[in-house]
């Protein structure tokens, strides 16, 4: 393989795309959840109709996917850590990816009932 072109296309550079991409949509959570806290000091009512809105099931699905995000981004985070402090970490970088992505399978799994089971419960009523 030519040299410099070690991720183009492998799991690494698809990992890097991927902590890049949860980073960022958990900083713009973190945005809009600090401005419809702040909503509560405003209007309390406005505060009260938004809070209202979030327990549909499709916001539960979001908060899923908020879970997830920030599942893989801890968990890949600590995979690059091992990477760069971890002198055969480079040499196992894809077998710890793989790693990162059952625990974060298994993790995912454990998580559906906790986080869409009251909106499903609420829709189907359980």
């Given at each position: 393989m030519p040299a410099g072109t070690l991720y183009r296309g492998r799991e690494g550079m698809w990992?890097?795309?991927?902590?890049?991409?949860?980073?960022?949509?958990?900083?713009?959570?973190l945005f809009v959840h600090?401005?419809?806290t702040a909503l509560v000091r405003v209007s309390p009512e406005q505060y009260d109709n938004v809070v209202a809105t979030y327990k549909s099931p499709i916001v539960a699905l979001l908060e899923y996917g908020l879970v997830a995000a920030i599942l893989f981004h801890?968990?890949?985070?600590?995979?690059?850590?091992?990477?760069?402090?971890?002198?055969k970490g480079p040499r196992y970088q894809k077998q710890m990816l793989w790693s990162v992505v059952g625990i974060w399978v298994v993790l995912m799994f454990g998580a559906l009932y906790p986080v869409l089971g009251h909106a499903f419960r609420e829709v189907f009523g359980s």
């Open positions: 990992s890097w795309v991927a902590h890049r991409v949860t980073g960022v949509l958990i900083f713009f959570f600090v401005l419809d801890a968990l890949n985070g600590l995979r690059v850590i091992a990477v760069d402090f971890w002198s």
